[in-house]
Structure formats: C-alpha cells, structure tokens
T-cell receptor, first 116, second 109 residues
Framework: DAGVIQSPRHEVTEMGQEVTLRCKPI?????LFWYRQTMMRGLELLIY????????DSGMPEDRFSAKMPNASFSTLKIQPSEPRDSAVYFC??????????????FGDGTRLSIL | KNEVEQSPQNLTAQEGEFITINCSYS?????LHWLQQHPGGGIVSLFM???GKKKHGRLIATINIQEKHSSLHITASHPRDSAVYIC???????????FGTGTRLTIIP
C-alpha cells in the first residue's frame, strides 16, 4: 500500500500567488482530512470529506481557502491569494471508516508551504 | 470546544527508562488518538481507543472516560522513540479531532 500521497513536498511562492496542494488518499478510504500545522497553533483540522462530500469546513480560515474532492482518489486544497501567514505544513489524512469503527487516520508526509 | 492539555511539554530521559505522557480533555468524547511525529515531520497514528487499555509492543495507552484522561506509556525507552507525541480526542457526533500541543520526548543513549 502506497499510503497517503501529497504533492508537492515543499512549495515556496510569493504573496498573492495561487497555491494548490494535492492529496491522493489510500484506496478504499472513505474519509479524507486536511490539517494545518504551525508553531503557534499546532495541528488544526481545516476540512474533512466523506465519500467525496465536504462534511465540515468550519476550520477553513477564510474565503481564500477552498478544498475539493472531485473523485475518491484525489483532493486539492487551494489558497488564493496566498499570504505570509498561510506559511505552515499542510497534512492530508485518510481513514477507511468512521470513528466508531476504530479505524485510525493515515497521514501523508505533508506539504511545507512558505509564502514570502 | 474541547480543551486538551498534555503534560509534560518536554521530557528528556535516559535509554531504558519508563516514560509516561498524560493527556486531559474537557468535553466528553467518543475516542482518543495518540499520534507520533518524528523529527522529519511525518505523523503516525499509534493508537485509537475509546475505553480501557491498548498495547503495541513497548507502547501502552490507557483511557479513563469518566475522568477525561488518557496516558501513553513507553517501556524500555530507546533513542528511536524520540519524537513529539500528540493526543487528539475525537469529538462526539463527528469525525473532528482536537489536538493537544504535544510532548517532545528525547531519549538519550
């Protein structure tokens, strides 16, 4: 099993540019999560999907952030326009079932984003 | 909102020592995750538990739902256990996790 695959691993771009982060979940996993990790705030849930449908996006910081899951094997997190305070590590995770099935989440290696 | 507290924030110990990391939370939950984040940044789920105790090798996780408290124990600690350990309760009614600030563990040979 290849695990959760995120791309790119690192992204450095200038303020105001559009940034697109990509995630391929583990095949067969019905849940997909996007997280952000910063020194100040630690890990935070941004949004999660169940069967490609966004369930809870209350963690998305503002309208500059959007996430899509067009099919079961691909999701994107987009920031437009990007700002320096968006600099963080963004993790994608997937899970085969809901929490009551005792299924853990599997994390990707993360995308380290730096906005200059 | 679930307030999650971990202690200690930092822990340095000699190889072989028994390690305990504690996690307290403020709101009832359906389950709790323990995560391990290595210096390279990758995150691995160690345990997901909703009651009692679970054991994987040298790692043991316990949870007391009534007292809103969980502990992670490492027996015969080894330098490769050096990492940040994060507790993440699962809120009732949805799949959302709330994360503790983490415990940075360093095991000295």
């Amino acid at each position: 099993d290849a695990g959760v695959i995120q791309s790119p691993r690192h992204e450095v771009t200038e303020m105001g540019q559009e940034v697109t982060l990509r995630c391929k979940p583990i095949s067969g996993h019905d849940y997909l999560f996007w997280y952000r990790q910063t020194m100040m705030r630690g890990l935070e849930l941004l949004i999660y999907f169940n069967n490609n449908v966004p369930i809870d996006d209350s963690g998305m910081p503002e309208d500059r952030f959007s996430a899509k899951m067009p099919n079961a094997s691909f999701s994107t997190l987009k920031i437009q326009p990007s700002e320096p305070r968006d600099s963080a590590v963004y993790f994608c995770a997937s899970s085969p079932g809901p929490r009551w099935s005792n299924q853990p989440q599997h994390f990707g290696d993360g995308t380290r984003l730096s906005i200059l | 909102k679930n307030e999650v507290e971990q202690s200690p924030q930092n822990l340095t110990a000699q190889e072989g020592e028994f390690i305990t990391i504690n996690c307290s939370y403020s709101v009832g939950i359906s389950a709790l995750h323990w995560l391990q984040q290595h210096p390279g940044g990758g995150i691995v789920s160690l345990f997901m538990l909703s009651s009692g105790k679970k054991k994987h090798g040298r790692l043991i996780a316990t949870i007391n739902i009534q007292e809103k408290h969980s502990s992670l124990h490492i027996t015969a600690s080894h330098p490769r256990d050096s990492a940040v350990y994060i507790c993440a309760p699962n809120n009732f009614g949805n799949e959302k996790l709330t994360f503790g600030t983490g415990t940075r563990l360093t095991i000295i040979p």
